[in-house]
């Protein structure tokens, strides 16, 4: 089943020049993990604010083509109706604290209270993303008094509660350290197990070639590619677009091992290790 | 170039930051890792006079640094912060990389030579008369190191310089941390990204609860397995890689690994 | 987390009681003696409050807040006091100064007024959780945006102090001298500002769309992780407070 459908999609922001869009089109299954990448400015938090309505209803500037989110024509909802099928997470955990809460559990409380949830369901449905993310020991802090990582899974388990299909995330670990990164990973994994459609744009590779089903590859607000990770970082002209692949495929290259049977590099740890041993039998 | 002993800070008294720490620096470049809170950002602001020491000493060139404010400090010791605009504080990008050589009283038409030097290291000496925020992110976070760079400082720090960089920032980055050491400068770096750390530092210090937990070469650091472990630090890619073929050597970049693949057959 | 709310945390008959009631009673404390201006009436309500003060068990943080206020005040005596023009009967002097009768009096009401102003203002603010406060009025069908803006600010101040901070070092390490005498101080802040302004603009919007994508503008009927809590005496305070007020108009018109 198709969840997302982008149809010829074209987006400005007002003031600016040039388009940060242009002419993008794929569609996205239901509990696919999409990986979007491509270097600095060639459109990702735009195609990630296209998703959840941000783009064009929060900026305005000219949109011309169609999104389909679950059903719904982005143009045409308004982003609180589309936050009910659709998600987003940001990349700065601080900003996205609300400020008007005490609590991590009131911080989580606080989209379901102006979605309407009755009050019943919102403590089950707290508890609920509380246990899911591990943050359960934390539910009484102040929200600003928490870790980066801590904060990131706070703001994560404040949008699954709300209970969209579709998780859209940018850059979600750019700010964490190692450790607090791989928190959020596991948890948007396990997310991904549960059936709910994630859409992540991030630099680092070797996590999207961990992680995620296909990648999308962006280049001045244009598809090049959408394809497995195997495939994208198995392209020769990744540099072109300002990339460097997983450097467990950049040393299988540089040795010309590829996956037995197949024209691709490998592109996680555990895959090099398996083509490397079996090179040397 | 600046020896530190014995140093011990806290914010509040219920929990010290830093204890005890003997460290001695010369002019290999150094990688400061270990997790959020583990003290690495406090013992930057300790040494460049932004905070003052519980107990303990910093001497810098056979100074010692708690008779000085962070001003004085500030001509021997540059350090880029993290967030680029936390520190832009001019209208044109030449006044901004000119702000601080002025405030450390050089002359204004050496100031000029300076910044302009400096920001040919980051490629925006095209760019002179345009307002620092009209640059992308990775472009001013490459103003700010600019800034610090045409101070001319012996000693520069870093604090995460690739954080939202793409591979081209980070291209330039390594560039600029190159040209640095070969003008025999300290450059010295906060950071989580353990690739870079494995291509461009010579020394690193791993950092975990306020303590000192690894210092050594940058190869040594990543060959103690169970202590990087401790200090929820990981090798870089290519290192575990090697480890996993069972690699005697510990390995830091691609080019290491080929070669030493080709020397090496996996046991059966 | 530092917030810059005075509020303070205790179990109290006052903590207690509906943060409504307790802002009614702040026009009720403020009319009444402007309606009956005696000085039994004017002493009365400082008593009452100060009781309410006692039994909230918070009358410590008032002290710096009378403190401040004292200070003014006891200008507004000295000057009163002395230079009033109304001024006519002596009723001592020290030294070449000489006090009368009636701007001391005058010095009086005024500042029985401002210590009854803040005293009724401080029952409400040292005893009411901000949030609740807000809550309470949002049930009561004051704007959930002007609400959010309200509590916000008393987190989102300490915030751009840290971030104030941070700019500072940012300076110092640039070589600027931040420290030492008044008019170094006002020429490092001047460069501050820009940093500042564009931060908070910049964490603004972001924060803006992080809320929009909580459903901040949602069109359903807003609901409540807390059951709205239910006072006792609520609507009778309220009542009796209303009535005093009545009584006290009808006294001062018709007696």
């Not at chain 1, 019943?120 to 990582?149: A, C, M, W, Y």
């Not at chain 2, 219920?14 to 003290?39: K, M």
């Not at chain 2, 040494?47 to 500030?74: F, Y």
């Not at chain 3, 987190?155 to 390490?173: G, H, L, N, V």
Request: with cysteine.
């Amino acid at each position: 089943m198709k969840k997302i459908i982008v149809e010829g999609l074209k987006y400005k922001y007002p003031l600016a020049d040039s388009l940060a869009l242009n002419d993008v089109t794929f569609d996205i299954k239901q509990g696919e993990f999409i990986g979007i990448i491509g270097k600095n400015l060639a459109g990702k938090s735009t195609l990630c604010q296209a998703l959840v309505g941000l783009v064009p209803h929060f900026y305005k500037g000219a949109y011309g083509g169609k999104v389909i989110v679950d059903g719904l024509e982005v143009k045409n909802h308004s982003i609180a109706d589309l936050s009910l099928k659709v998600g987003m997470v940001f990349q700065n955990p601080f900003t996205q604290v609300t400020g008007s809460k005490t609590t991590v559990y009131e911080e989580i409380a606080f989209g379901l209270e102006n979605i309407g949830i009755p009050r019943t369901e919102i403590i089950e449905r707290i508890d609920s993303v509380l246990d899911l993310l591990n943050i359960e020991q934390v539910k009484d802090h102040n929200p600003f008094d928490l870790s980066g990582g801590q904060m990131q899974r706070m703001a994560i388990a404040s949008i699954i509660a709300m209970k969209p299909d579709i998780l859209v995330l940018d850059e979600p670990t750019s700010q964490l350290d190692p450790a607090g990164s791989e928190e959020v990973f596991q948890a948007i994994q396990s997310l991904s197990k549960q059936g709910i459609t994630v859409i992540l744009a991030e630099h680092k590779m070797e996590k999207i070639a961990q992680y995620c089903d296909r990648v999308l590859l962006l280049n001045n607000g244009k598809v090049v590619d959408f394809d497995t990770p195997g495939k994208i970082f198995s392209r020769e002209d990744l540099e072109g677009y300002g990339l460097t692949a997983p450097v467990y495929t950049r040393v299988c290259k540089a040795l010309g091992v590829k996956k037995a049977g197949t024209d691709e590099y490998p592109v996680t740890l555990e895959e090099a290790e398996r083509v490397l041993r079996g090179d040397g039998a | 170039m600046i020896k530190i002993a014995n140093l011990s800070f806290s914010y509040n008294k219920e929990t010290r930051v830093l204890s005890g720490i003997n460290l001695e620096f010369d002019r290999r470049s150094t990688a400061i890792i270990g997790q959020n809170g583990a003290g690495k950002t406090t013992l930057v602001k300790l040494m460049k006079g932004l905070l003052k020491a519980d107990e303990g000493k910093i001497l810098i060139h056979e100074h010692d640094v708690s008779g000085k404010t962070a001003a004085q400090l500030a001509r021997t010791i540059g350090l880029v912060f993290q967030n680029p605009n936390d520190q832009i504080f001019k209208r044109t990008v030449l006044d901004e990389v000119m702000f601080g050589p002025l405030n450390i009283k050089m002359d204004k038409q050496t100031a000029k030579e300076k910044a302009i030097e400096a920001l040919k290291m980051v490629e925006l000496d095209d760019k002179l008369e345009m307002n620092p925020h009209d640059l992308s992110l990775s472009e001013k976070k490459l103003l700010c190191i600019a800034s610090v760079v045409a101070m001319d400082t012996d000693i520069i720090i870093f604090d995460e310089p690739t954080i939202a960089q793409d591979h081209g920032g980070k291209e330039k980055i390594r560039q600029i941390i190159q040209a640095l050491k070969d003008k025999n400068k300290l450059v010295m770096t906060i950071i989580h990204d353990m690739d870079f750390v494995a291509e461009n530092f010579e020394r690193t210090i791993v950092f975990n609860d306020g303590q000192v937990l690894l210092d050594g070469e940058t190869r040594d650091v990543f060959s103690q397995k169970e202590l990087l472990k401790t200090a929820c630090v990981e090798a870089p890619g290519i290192t575990k890689l090697a480890e996993r073929l069972g690699f005697k050597d510990t390995v830091l970049t691609v080019d290491e690994f080929i070669n030493m693949k080709k020397t090496y057959s996996p046991p059966q | 987390m530092k917030s810059i709310s005075l509020y303070e945390e205790k179990a109290s008959f006052v903590h207690d009681v509906d943060p409504i009631t307790k802002l009614w009673y702040i026009p009720f404390a403020i009319l009444i003696p402007i309606i009956l201006p005696s000085f039994t009436i004017s002493f009365l309500f400082i008593g009452l409050s100060l009781v309410l003060l006692l039994g909230a068990k918070v009358i410590r943080k008032t002290i710096p807040v009378f403190g401040f206020v004292f200070l003014i005040l006891i200008t507004v005596v000295l000057i009163q006091g002395m230079f009033k023009p109304e001024n006519e009967t002596v009723l001592f002097q020290i030294g070449p100064l000489t006090m009368y009768k009636e701007g001391l009096l005058f010095a009086l009401t005024i500042t029985l007024r401002v210590i009854n102003i803040i005293c009724a203002f401080m029952i409400l603010v040292l005893t009411t959780k901000p949030s609740d406060l807000v809550e309470a009025l949002v049930r009561k069908g004051m704007s959930p945006r002007i609400g959010y803006v309200i509590v916000s600010v008393f987190q989102i101040i300490p915030e751009m102090m840290a971030t104030m901070s941070t700019i500072t070092d940012a300076q110092r390490a640039r070589g600027m001298e931040t420290e030492g005498k008044l008019l170094v101080r006002i020429k490092a802040f001047i460069p501050l500002l820009g940093p500042v302004v564009l931060g908070s603009l910049i964490n603004t919007k972001e924060r803006a769309m992080a809320l929009e994508v909580r459903g901040f503008n949602s069109q359903a009927p807003k609901t409540y992780l807390y059951e709205e809590k239910t006072y006792q005496f609520s609507k009778v305070l309220q009542i009796g407070m209303l009535l005093l007020t009545m009584a006290a108009v009808s006294w001062r018109i018709f007696l």
